[in-house]
């Protein structure tokens, strides 16, 4: 199989696919694993099997599951495509059919679209059950061990169509709470919100109208409530129609966060200036009035609406803090939290929706820095602002960061991220003390082969 062009940087170096699926069931190891380090981490990512049809759109690439089995002093990796319908009938082609960058540019040949997408840009654990996920279709259940693909996963039938690919846990009774964009696959600014308990069993849909059909990728959670963020990254058949871009950067519209009851009621709303959220840290109530951290950055990276080229200097991200009241509903308190440049804010995700100390974060490159990769990794500290920051050298791309518990303190625990090593198209699996992540890693478990660095992790813990 021919490797694909390298003029498409989403297609090279640290993005390039991987074309095998491999079976190694013990890594080389450098320094000391923990011995209480047990379990798996899992990631998942676009990894393309055949050449895709351009343009290329790495958010519609073939999901592709790597674990890592932590036991014992001892690492094993393996990897596996989802096998989507997609994957399935491409396969089957031996070529690309199916576009990327939207359902125009489909091989003749590709009939009707699968509905089960690509499976390629989360993991959440949840009722005993793996599942790839994504944003245009239901989640992919996978074999936690094997990495078979199970097949599409629907609640039982309960979720009608898609879910987000960021749905939270809440740590105090273990249900999943999760959304859908556009839920009945209309631009009409409609969200989904449903819960589904610990045994999996799926609430039925509360819609909540957001201003306009937007690109909403993530969200957050409370007790009491579910957060959205509804930047001005619109969509529109009619401009594309029209010859315009379909997905445009609309700084005039502003931003709507919106406050939605989950014991039911009317959704809080609160305007404040534009700018674009991709993920947030976490959320949680004080003394009435909610808290939200997330990383924003002053443009999106997608045309304005008469097809302008946006500034990319502007697009570099960091970590704000907004301020909402529940009973005052209107306006944000937006305050910056560190300069420090970064992306895929993680926690100790038993503090999901409360207070909390830690956040988590991959920087040092990114949007807005002219380098595509994240170079380093770093913990910020609530408490007195600092930004501990690791630098994993020149050359060597580094994934968002995954907190894995020791103890039943905050922040007590490793973080695990992925390596690529330009030098060597090596990639790596790096072990980190949480609480002293500019010290590097305590451990490195060492690939033989390149790993694409992909998009969001999980860690699920051994029994």
Same mark, same amino acid.
């Given at each position: 199989m021919?490797?694909?062009?390298?003029e498409?940087?989403?297609l !090279?170096?640290?993005?390039?696919?991987?074309?095998? =699926?491999?079976?190694c069931?013990?890594?080389?190891?450098e320094g +000391?694993?923990?011995?209480?380090?047990?379990?798996?981490?899992?990631r998942?990512?676009?990894n393309p099997?055949?050449?895709?049809r351009?343009?290329?759109n790495?958010?519609?690439?073939?999901?592709?599951v790597?674990? &890592?089995r932590?036991?014992?002093g001892?690492?094993?990796?393996?990897?596996?495509?989802?096998?989507?319908?997609?994957?399935?009938?491409?396969n089957?082609?031996?070529r690309a059919?199916?576009?990327?960058?939207?359902?125009f540019?489909?091989?003749?040949e590709?009939?009707p679209r699968?509905?089960?997408?690509?499976?390629? $840009?989360?993991l959440?654990? /949840?009722?005993?059950r793996?599942?790839?996920?994504?944003?245009?279709?239901p989640p992919?259940?996978?074999?936690?061990v094997t990495?078979?693909?199970?097949?599409?996963?629907?609640?039982?039938?309960?979720?009608p169509r898609?879910?987000t690919?960021h749905?939270?846990t809440d740590? !105090?009774?273990? @249900?999943?709470?999760?959304f859908?964009?556009?839920p009945r *696959?209309?631009l009409?600014?409609?969200?989904a919100?449903?819960?589904?308990? +610990?045994?999996?069993?799926?609430?039925a849909?509360?819609m909540?109208?957001?201003?306009? %059909?937007s690109?909403? /990728?993530d969200f957050a959670?409370?007790?009491?409530? @579910?957060v959205?963020?509804?930047?001005?990254?619109?969509?529109?058949?009619?401009?594309a129609r029209a010859?315009?871009?379909?997905?445009?950067?609309?700084p005039? @519209?502003?931003v709507e !966060?919106l406050?939605?009851?989950?014991? *039911?009621?009317?959704?809080?709303?609160?305007?404040?200036?534009?700018?674009m959220v991709?993920?947030v840290?976490?959320?949680?109530e004080d003394?009435g009035?909610i808290?939200?951290?997330?990383?924003?950055?002053?443009v999106?990276m &997608?045309?304005?609406?008469?097809?302008?080229?946006?500034? !990319?200097?502007?697009?570099a991200?960091r970590l704000?803090?907004?301020?909402?009241?529940?009973?005052r509903?209107?306006g944000? $308190?937006?305050?910056?939290? /560190?300069?420090?440049?970064? =992306?895929?804010?993680?926690?100790?995700e038993r503090?999901?929706?409360?207070?909390?100390?830690?956040?988590y974060?991959?920087g040092?490159?990114?949007?807005?820095?002219?380098d595509? &990769?994240q170079?380093?990794?770093?913990?910020f500290?609530?408490?007195?602002?600092?930004m501990?920051?690791?630098d %994993?050298?020149p050359?060597?791309?580094v994934? =968002?960061p995954v907190?894995?518990?020791?103890?039943?303190e905050?922040g007590?625990?490793?973080?695990?991220?992925?390596?690529?090593?330009?030098a060597?198209? +090596?990639g790596?699996?790096?072990?980190l003390?949480a609480?002293?992540?500019?010290? #590097?890693?305590? +451990?490195?478990a060492?690939l $033989? /082969?390149r790993?694409?660095? #992909?998009?969001?992790?999980l860690?699920i813990?051994?029994?």
């Amino acid at each position: 199989m021919t490797d694909v062009a390298e003029e498409d940087p989403y297609l !090279a170096r640290g993005f390039a696919p991987l074309r095998q =699926e491999f079976d190694c069931p013990d890594l080389a190891i450098e320094g +000391a694993l923990p011995p209480e380090l047990l379990g798996t981490y899992y990631r998942v990512g676009p990894n393309p099997q055949f050449a895709p049809r351009p343009p290329y759109n790495p958010l519609m690439g073939d999901g592709m599951v790597h674990a &890592f089995r932590i036991a014992h002093g001892r690492v094993g990796y393996r990897n596996r495509w989802v096998r989507t319908g997609r994957w399935v009938r491409e396969n089957a082609a031996g070529r690309a059919l199916f576009a990327t960058a939207g359902p125009f540019g489909d091989d003749p040949e590709a009939g009707p679209r699968p509905p089960d997408g690509v499976a390629n $840009t989360s993991l959440v654990w /949840h009722a005993g059950r793996l599942l790839a996920l994504e944003e245009g279709a239901p989640p992919v259940a996978i074999d936690p061990v094997t990495l078979e693909t199970l097949g599409p996963y629907t609640f039982g039938g309960a979720l009608p169509r898609n879910m987000t690919a960021h749905p939270k846990t809440d740590p !105090a009774t273990g @249900a999943l709470v999760l959304f859908a964009n556009l839920p009945r *696959g209309r631009l009409t600014g409609e969200l989904a919100l449903h819960e589904a308990d +610990a045994a999996g069993v799926l609430s039925a849909a509360r819609m909540v109208q957001g201003p306009h %059909a937007s690109i909403v /990728h993530d969200f957050a959670i409370t007790p009491n409530f @579910a957060v959205f963020v509804v930047c001005p990254v619109t969509l529109s058949l009619e401009r594309a129609r029209a010859g315009g871009p379909l997905i445009a950067w609309e700084p005039q @519209a502003g931003v709507e !966060a919106l406050v939605v009851p989950r014991a *039911g009621g009317e959704p809080l709303r609160f305007a404040t200036a534009p700018c674009m959220v991709w993920h947030v840290m976490n959320a949680f109530e004080d003394g009435g009035r909610i808290v939200l951290d997330l990383c924003e950055q002053d443009v999106a990276m &997608f045309p304005t609406v008469d097809g302008a080229a946006p500034d !990319a200097g502007r697009a570099a991200q960091r970590l704000a803090r907004w301020d909402l009241d529940p009973g005052r509903p209107g306006g944000v $308190t937006r305050r910056r939290l /560190h300069d420090f440049v970064c =992306e895929y804010p993680r926690i100790d995700e038993r503090r999901t929706g409360r207070p909390y100390r830690y956040g988590y974060v991959a920087g040092l490159g990114g949007p807005g820095t002219g380098d595509l &990769f994240q170079r380093g990794l770093a913990r910020f500290d609530h408490a007195t602002g600092e930004m501990a920051v690791w630098d %994993a050298g020149p050359g060597v791309a580094v994934s =968002e960061p995954v907190f894995a518990p020791r103890g039943p303190e905050e922040g007590d625990g490793w973080l695990l991220a992925n390596t690529y090593d330009e030098a060597s198209e +090596a990639g790596s699996l790096v072990v980190l003390d949480a609480s002293d992540v500019a010290a #590097g890693p305590v +451990a490195r478990a060492r690939l $033989t /082969h390149r790993m694409p660095m #992909g998009f969001h992790g999980l860690w699920i813990p051994q029994p």
